[in-house]
């Protein structure tokens, strides 16, 4: 088990406003921030990263979406750190989500739920490495 994970928050969590109310819940949840960077995906490195579902009918429209604003990357660390942020971020769809998650207080839909968590150590590794270096890492 590690005790890393990663997330970003969204597009449309970033354009509404959110992006500090988000970190401070994270924080508070007591997460420390190892990595993090403001930055925009192109299309292309959008459909890099989320190539696991590119047979998937909504793979273009996640990708369409991904690009269409900035997003912030980060690593996050804590004793059980994936396990513990998707509880933190709640369900993939808000209706579904438990009250005082952040997809509950700040996603509109399935497609534009604010933040990405990673589903397991192994694909956590794999998604900070995606964006971030070693010498970015603290």
Do not use: C, W
Not at 39 to 44: A, D, G, P, R, S
Not at 91 to 114: C, F, L
């Amino acid at each position: 088990m590690s005790n890393r994970t990663f997330t970003m928050i969204k597009p449309d969590a970033v354009r509404a406003g959110n992006m500090g109310n988000i970190l401070q819940m994270i924080t508070d949840a007591g997460f420390k921030v190892v990595a993090m960077k403001y930055t925009q995906l192109t299309k292309e490195l959008a459909g890099k990263f989320y190539e696991v579902h590119s047979e998937r009918p909504f793979y273009g429209e996640l990708t369409d979406f991904m690009s269409s604003g900035p997003i912030v990357a980060a690593i996050l660390e804590k004793d059980n750190a994936v396990a513990d942020f998707r509880t933190l971020i709640g369900a993939t769809n808000p209706a579904d989500a438990a009250e005082g998650t952040i997809r509950k207080k700040y996603a509109t839909s399935v497609g534009e739920n604010a933040v990405h968590g990673s589903d397991s150590d192994e694909n956590a590794q794999i998604e900070g490495n995606f964006f971030f270096s070693m010498y970015e890492r603290h």
